[in-house]
Structures are given as C-alpha cells and as structure tokens.
C-alpha cells in the first residue's frame, strides 16, 4: 500500500502569451495538423504526478458520499481552474451537484440459539456496528429482519452430471443455509464438480430453486483472519450504500434483496456443526468432499434470528465540467464530450498483505488523469494559438460504481443541450492490458466500444485519427451489440447513447486487480497510458473540427435505444 501525500503539489499556470498562430484580436488556428502534433504533450510524467494523488491512499477509495471523493473532485476543480478553462457548474463554479437517496446502516443484530424440543438456549448474540465486530460479516443484501433454522448443506452443489444434490434432504425453504464456501471442483487431479457450475448458479438455485431465506458461507480463513476482516467491516458498516437519483424517486433504486449473504466465523460455524475446534470443521470439510454424492442437507439444532437496523438518507453527489468554447462561429454551439468516472469502490475486503483501501488507479484513476492531460493539451495549444471548431465539455462524473448515477444525472441534466452534443468519449480503464494480450505480448492496443456499431461516421474519424498519429491496434473484440458482456451499455457513455448521441468507449479490459486493493498506481502502463490518451485527444480533435455531424446510422442500435427511452 503505497502512502503518497501529494496534495502540495504545485500546479503551474503557465503566463498567457500572443503566438504568431493567434493575432491580436484573439483569432485562432483550427487547423487539424498543428492540433495534432500537440498530443505529444501528453506525457507518462503528467499522468504519473496527477493518478498518485486520484489514486492515493488519503482518498480512501473515493466511494461515493465519502470526504475521500470531494477531495478528489477539489483536486480537478483547482486543476481546471488554473490552466482557465470555464467553469460549467452550478452558481460559477465547476460542481453540478445532485441529490442521492441512500440507505445508512447503523447497526445488524444476529443472535443464534440451540434448540431443544420446546427449549431454546441463546449461545451467540453479536452485533455487528460501527467499530463493534461481530461473529457475522453481511456481504450483501439483508434487507429485512430474517428468522429461521440453520440447515447444513455441506457445498450447496447440485451437479447432475456429477450425482451430486447436497440441497435434497432436510427443507431448505425459509431457513438459513450453511455452506462451505469453496466448491471442491477438483481434488487430488480428479474432477468432483462441473468447472460451468458456478457460485452464482448456486444461489440462484439456493435462493429461486429451494427457498433460502439466508445464507452463511464458512470460508476458507482462519478465525485469526476472519477476525481481523470482521473489525475491518465494522468500521465501514456506516457508509451509503444502495443509492439512487433522488429526482427519479424509487424507479432507480439499487435492489437491496431480503435475503442475507453472509459470511459466519469458522468457531461459531463449528459449535452450529458439532465439531470442537477449528481443525474439526476442517476436517467435517474434508469428509464432506469424500462423501460429496451421498450428501444431503440436514437440520441443525441451531435457530438463527438477524435484526437489521437502517435509515434511509440524503446525500450530496457532484460532476465536474469544463469547458473549452471553440473557435467555429457556426459550430462552437455544438460540443464534444469527453468523460471519464472519478469514484470507485472506496474500502472493503484486506488482501493478502493488509491492505484495504481500493484506490482504484486504473478504474477509473486512468480516465480522470487522462481527461486532465487531454485538457491540458487542449490548453498548450491555445497558448500556441490553435482551438478546435467546436467546443469541448470536459466532464468527470461521479457515482458510476452505484449506477451510472452522475451521467444518468447530466444527460437529464444536460449544461449544453442533448440536440448540440454530437460525441461522446468514454475514457474508463485505459492504463493497463488485459490476460489475453499480456500472454500474447502485445499492449499496445486498445478496445474500441461505440462507433461502428452506432455511427460509420464518427468510427472513421476515430480510425483516421488512430492513422495518422500513434497508430494503436483498435480491438474490436467487444464491439457487439449481441456481446454477453454488454459493455455497450455498462459505462457512462450509455446515459448519452440512450439519447441518441453516438459514442465511443475507450477501454483496455479487465485484469486480475479490477475491483481490488492491487488497483495501485504501480500496476500502470506509463508506456502504453499516454498512448491511449493522444489517441483520445486526437480523435476529440477530428470529431470537432469534422465538417458535418457524426450520425447514427445502425438500424439495430436505433431499435434498442428505442426499447429504453428516456
């Protein structure tokens, strides 16, 4: 975990001057060319001096409604105030703020009791609260108090092909589940279960198939570390969760389940099974495994009641817009917009070394930065006397992680109308490269998601911009409106896209540390990242001095946006 206090960093304003490209009236050059030639400005050493401060520790993530987050947001701010640009928001300033509703847990009561005929015996109360942990760690859902029999189900498989129904015996319907949570899928080389028989079908099947009211994963950490996780969660019950738009009452609202996932400790686990220590509920797990086709679910003599204790609230969510007007008198009206994420995920699970703070530096670390060194490419040539035709909205939204809440919000919103946007850019996750290309040893490329599968037009542009200056391998793997992934329309882009504004979505894929504390500063491709931001530059650069306006022009994209209106 890397503590960089970079605050004090110093953003130089550079004095403004009157080049031989502008004359003393404040004309501007908009020739695509010299704008061109400015992307080699774009520099690793800009990008690795802003990310370690997006994505540094102090910032705890930058969640959604957290202090970690407006700072991040104060950071942009001052660093679009200082290279001027205008400011877009509300009341002078570069914040458009929007309401959330969200829900604040304050605290999740579980007490367990051995039963006995018509007797019942408390033998665990815990309650889990802020800086209060518990037996219990709630990983998602549990929106409603939940009451009922802890029935063991070895593995929760249920694997035809393999014989194996651990869910048939004693009734599942209305009780608590207990479950290892590792699915043996292979033992000493040979196969137990199905490799497509996944975690989730496992819940579905628990939950749609058998009626679980609740379930208990025992997972593989020793009581030492589920200890010190349990501690951890304890100190970030308290942060919003299951936000929503205000302005469109419940119709967005995160589905908060009834159920409850939850994992339990391994020494409550083994007192439930019958198992003295530890190492006894290990072994039962190895039994279990052996057994794995003659298991079947069976009643403990253990009922479990759990209580959660929630309000609902509001909180304050903000974008960050820009703006570069252009030069075009007919066409500085219409802009492009070029946008990128600042949240993530803010603290959640240590990894392996401790750490817990998700910082987020590839997702989406990457597009903010890469906004601000586009911006302030955008703002070396001004001082050289060249501005594109139209304008540009530089806009940093918040809230993706919970929903594309802050561009859901500025699309019904919008600073400049909807009908004078003729682009969007997506920037999001565009510093790394994924498996399949590290193996293969070529980074240098990057996914292409929008274009041609919206606009022929504004998929040219993009490519005659990729042509004529870093010349990246554009991967079109996921360009596909039937692709399972649906990465057309999982990122901020599709809040414009819905509305019929073509896009593109600039993505370098998933690697192994998406969504976890590894998402460091250190695991970024300064080679590879300030190639990706010239190719966006320049491409914003063709798109705004473009003639005409990019059209959508796919029929199928035009029926699906249909199904979704506004």
Same mark, same amino acid.
Request: net charge negative.
């Given at each position: 975990?890397?503590?960089?206090?970079?605050?004090?960093?110093?953003?130089?304003?550079?004095?403004?001057?009157?080049?031989?490209?502008?004359?003393?009236?404040?004309?501007?050059?908009?020739?695509?060319?010299?704008? !061109? /030639?400015?992307?080699?400005?774009? =520099?690793?050493?800009?990008?690795?001096?802003?990310? $370690? #401060?997006?994505?540094? @520790? &102090? %910032?705890?993530?930058?969640?959604?409604?957290?202090?970690?987050?407006?700072?991040?947001?104060?950071?942009?701010?001052?660093?679009?105030?200082?290279?001027?640009?205008?400011?877009?928001?509300?009341?002078?300033?570069?914040?458009?703020? !929007? /309401?959330?509703?969200?829900?604040? =847990?304050?605290?999740?009561?579980?007490?367990?009791? $051995? #039963?006995?005929?018509? @007797? &019942? %015996?408390?033998?665990?109360?815990?309650?889990?609260?802020?800086?209060?942990?518990?037996?219990?760690?709630?990983?998602?859902?549990?929106?409603?108090?939940?009451?009922?029999?802890?029935?063991?189900?070895?593995?929760?498989?249920?694997?035809?092909?393999?014989?194996?129904?651990?869910?048939?015996?004693?009734?599942?319907?209305?009780?608590? #589940?207990?479950?290892? @949570?590792?699915?043996?899928?292979?033992?000493?080389?040979?196969?137990?279960?199905?490799?497509?028989?996944?975690?989730?079908?496992?819940?579905?099947?628990?939950?749609?198939?058998?009626?679980?009211?609740?379930?208990?994963?025992?997972?593989?950490?020793?009581?030492?570390?589920?200890?010190?996780?349990?501690?951890?969660?304890?100190?970030?019950?308290? #942060?919003?969760?299951?936000?929503?738009?205000?302005?469109?009452?419940?119709?967005?609202?995160?589905?908060?389940?009834?159920?409850?996932?939850?994992?339990?400790?391994?020494?409550?686990?083994?007192?439930?099974?019958?198992?003295?220590?530890?190492?006894?509920?290990?072994?039962?797990?190895?039994?279990?495994?052996?057994?794995?086709?003659?298991?079947?679910?069976?009643?403990?003599?253990?009922?479990?009641?759990?209580?959660?204790?929630?309000?609902?609230?509001?909180?304050?969510a903000r974008n960050v817009l820009a703006y570069l007007e252009g030069t075009d008198p007919e066409l500085k009206d219409e802009v492009v917009v070029i946008m990128g994420h600042h949240d993530h995920v803010g603290v959640g699970t240590p990894n392996e070394s401790g750490d817990f703070i998700y910082n987020g530096a590839d997702d989406n670390g990457s597009g903010t930065t890469g906004l601000m060194a586009i911006a302030n490419t955008f703002h070396q040539a001004e001082k050289e006397g060249f501005k594109p035709k139209r304008s540009i909205l530089f806009l940093h939204v918040s809230a993706e992680?919970?929903?594309?809440?802050?561009?859901?919000?500025?699309?019904?919103?919008?600073?400049?109308?909807?009908?004078?946007?003729?682009?969007?850019?997506?920037?999001?996750?565009?510093?790394?490269?994924?498996?399949?290309?590290?193996?293969?040893?070529?980074?240098?490329?990057?996914?292409?998601?929008?274009?041609?599968?919206?606009?022929?037009?504004?998929?040219?542009?993009?490519?005659?911009?990729?042509?004529?200056?870093?010349?990246?391998?554009?991967?079109?793997?996921?360009?596909?409106?039937?692709?399972?992934?649906?990465?057309?329309?999982?990122?901020?882009?599709?809040?414009?896209?819905?509305?019929?504004?073509?896009?593109?979505?600039?993505?370098?894929?998933?690697?192994?540390?998406?969504?976890?504390?590894?998402?460091?500063?250190?695991?970024?491709?300064?080679?590879?990242?300030?190639?990706?931001?010239?190719?966006?530059?320049?491409?914003?650069?063709?798109?705004?001095?473009?003639?005409?306006?990019?059209?959508?022009?796919?029929?199928?994209?035009?029926?699906?946006?249909?199904?979704?209106?506004?």
């Amino acid at each position: 975990m890397k503590n960089f206090f970079l605050f004090s960093l110093l953003i130089v304003i550079a004095a403004p001057s009157i080049s031989k490209a502008q004359d003393r009236s404040g004309n501007y050059s908009s020739d695509t060319d010299k704008l !061109f /030639e400015f992307s080699e400005s774009i =520099t690793a050493d800009f990008l690795r001096n802003h990310l $370690r #401060v997006i994505a540094n @520790d &102090s %910032l705890r993530g930058r969640d959604t409604g957290t202090t970690g987050i407006e700072k991040a947001e104060n950071y942009i701010a001052d660093f679009y105030r200082s290279i001027g640009f205008q400011p877009k928001g509300a009341n002078g300033t570069y914040f458009q703020p !929007f /309401e959330l509703n969200a829900t604040v =847990t304050d605290s999740l009561v579980y007490t367990t009791y $051995r #039963v006995d005929g018509t @007797d &019942s %015996l408390q033998v665990n109360h815990s309650v889990e609260a802020e800086n209060f942990s518990s037996d219990f760690i709630r990983s998602f859902g549990g929106a409603v108090p939940i009451e009922g029999d802890i029935i063991y189900a070895g593995f929760g498989v249920e694997d035809s092909l393999n014989n194996i129904h651990n869910m048939e015996g004693d009734a599942i319907a209305g009780n608590w #589940v207990l479950i290892f @949570d590792q699915i043996p899928y292979v033992v000493e080389g040979d196969t137990l279960v199905d490799p497509n028989y996944t975690a989730r079908d496992r819940l579905i099947a628990l939950l749609q198939d058998h009626g679980a009211q609740g379930i208990l994963l025992i997972s593989d950490q020793s009581e030492s570390d589920f200890n010190k996780i349990a501690e951890f969660t304890s100190k970030t019950i308290n #942060v919003p969760n299951n936000l929503s738009l205000a302005y469109r009452a419940n119709g967005n609202r995160a589905y908060n389940p009834p159920y409850a996932y939850t994992q339990i400790s391994p020494d409550l686990a083994a007192e439930i099974l019958g198992v003295s220590n530890e190492e006894g509920l290990w072994e039962l797990r190895e039994s279990t495994i052996e057994n794995l086709q003659e298991f079947r679910a069976r009643q403990t003599p253990f009922y479990l009641k759990y209580a959660p204790h929630e309000e609902d609230t509001a909180i304050e969510a903000r974008n960050v817009l820009a703006y570069l007007e252009g030069t075009d008198p007919e066409l500085k009206d219409e802009v492009v917009v070029i946008m990128g994420h600042h949240d993530h995920v803010g603290v959640g699970t240590p990894n392996e070394s401790g750490d817990f703070i998700y910082n987020g530096a590839d997702d989406n670390g990457s597009g903010t930065t890469g906004l601000m060194a586009i911006a302030n490419t955008f703002h070396q040539a001004e001082k050289e006397g060249f501005k594109p035709k139209r304008s540009i909205l530089f806009l940093h939204v918040s809230a993706e992680e919970s929903g594309l809440l802050g561009s859901r919000y500025y699309s019904d919103h919008p600073i400049i109308p909807i009908e004078q946007t003729i682009a969007a850019l997506n920037t999001d996750m565009i510093s790394r490269s994924d498996p399949e290309h590290m193996e293969a040893g070529n980074t240098d490329y990057v996914y292409l998601i929008g274009g041609e599968i919206i606009s022929s037009q504004l998929d040219s542009l993009v490519v005659n911009a990729n042509e004529q200056t870093v010349n990246m391998q554009l991967d079109r793997k996921y360009n596909d409106l039937n692709d399972s992934n649906q990465f057309y329309r999982r990122s901020d882009h599709w809040n414009f896209g819905r509305l019929g504004v073509p896009f593109v979505f600039f993505f370098t894929g998933v690697h192994e540390d998406y969504h976890a504390p590894g998402d460091e500063v250190d695991g970024v491709d300064f080679e590879k990242y300030p190639r990706v931001a010239r190719l966006i530059y320049n491409s914003a650069v063709n798109i705004a001095n473009f003639e005409g306006v990019p059209k959508v022009d796919n029929q199928q994209f035009i029926e699906i946006t249909g199904e979704r209106p506004r």
